[in-house]
């Protein structure tokens, strides 16, 4: 079953942490202004995104049944 979001740019992702969160990620040492930083972000904030659409797909594939 094809799911009906799209995917998300990294600049949409980047853009989507609000001031507040991003200086506390910047206390942990997580700076999303240096590229590196944001790529690794980015790339965590993908994993999430894949994994919370399979259980979507795993729970609608099971509530059929």
Known sequence: MPS???A???AEILRSVPPPERVVML???LDLDD???A???VSGVRAADDA???QE???QENALR
């Open 35 to 37: 590229p590196a930083h």
């Open 27 to 29: 206390r942990f040492g």
């Open 4 to 6: 009906c979001r799209r």
């Open 8 to 10: 998300r740019s990294d």
């Open 39 to 41: 790529a690794l972000f």
């Open 52 to 54: 919370i659409a399979a």
């Open 57 to 59: 797909r795993w729970e």
